[in-house]
């Protein structure tokens, strides 16, 4: 049996000792500040990136990893250990082309049939989430196929969905017009936003005020009845503990949290959705 390895990219937001202790290697997306270019997770962590946010003048850019930048990690793997086996498993196609250039990289590969890509379909911890869950199956000797399977049935059982504090980042992206953003800063409007099944943001509801949002998302999760028993709870946010462990009581208030976890979004995710983001990806408890 092919000894498997697990590959991932930066907006994931796996913290390096989850990622050290797993074994997972991580190909990392960049951010640009002007003209100064930051490896995200690299050269460029969470609390500095937030703090670089607050003092430019200017709103950060990312850019995907090239193709030569994953076949350089999967050539190293694959020439270290002849028998493995890598899962790449990345950002959704959706909202980035770092898929793309993983793909393109494994047809460089001298043996291509020795790297399956995984579209996560999602960003943040839900991509995180899969490649943790992978490496653990894989250090316990699991096949390629029984880590697929269940990297499959997270990406359908789990649901995030979260709030921003701004609407300028959306705005700027395209997703909302600038009229928009205008009304809603007014008004305290915060949008509810998720990803859906084919891995697009999307927006689900638009509320006045940060509680009745946070009650909101509770309304919406309890219509899944996936999530009636044990559930498992990643909340994940933009350098904001207060917000998360707000969103953290609340989901236990009204949940049957069998285990949770609290991730920073890293700078890449950050440069998308600003500063003061909260979500929260929930799923059904599985050993």
């Keep these: 049996m092919a000894k498997l390895r697990i590959v991932t990219d930066s907006t994931a937001d796996i913290p390096e000792s ?21 490896l995200d997770s690299v050269t460029l962590h969470s609390v500095e990136f937030y703090e670089k946010l607050k003092q430019s003048s200017s709103l950060p850019t990312s850019s995907q990893p090239s193709p030569v930048d994953f076949l350089d990690v999967y050539k190293r793997i694959l020439a270290e250990d002849p028998d493995a086996h ?12 770092t898929l793309q250039s993983a793909e393109l990289a494994k047809s460089l590969l001298d043996e291509p049939d020795r790297l399956t890509v995984f579209d996560s379909r999602s960003a943040s911890y839900g991509i995180g989430m899969l490649a943790v869950a992978a490496a653990e199956l894989a250090a316990k ?8 399977e269940k990297i499959r049935r997270m990406r359908e059982k789990y649901t995030v ?20 953003a205008v009304l809603g800063t007014l008004l305290n409007i915060k949008p509810i936003l998720s990803i859906d099944a084919e891995g697009e943001v999307t927006s689900v509801d638009k509320v006045r005020g940060t509680k009745k949002a946070v009650q909101r998302i509770i309304e919406l999760f309890k219509q899944n009845p996936d999530l009636s028993g044990e559930v498992d709870v990643f909340i994940v946010h933009s350098n904001d503990v207060p917000a998360a462990e707000n969103m953290e009581a ?11 976890n609290m991730i920073t979004l890293g700078p890449v995710i950050g440069t998308h959705t600003g500063p003061g983001t909260v ?9």
């Design 161 to 180: 969905y979260f709030l921003v504090d701004t609407l300028e980042y959306l705005q700027k992206g395209g997703r909302i017009g600038k009229a928009a």
């Design 18 to 38: 989850v990622r050290k202790q797993l074994g997972i290697e991580m190909v990392p997306l960049k951010v640009h500040f002007g003209d100064e270019t930051y």
């Design 141 to 148: 000797g699991a096949s390629l196929e029984e880590v697929l």
């Design 279 to 287: 979500g929260v990806f929930v799923g059904p408890y599985e050993q």
């Design 250 to 260: 609340v989901l236990r208030e009204n949940f049957n949290v069998r285990r949770l």
């Design 86 to 97: 890598i899962v790449s498993i990345h950002i959704s196609s959706a909202m980035s082309g």
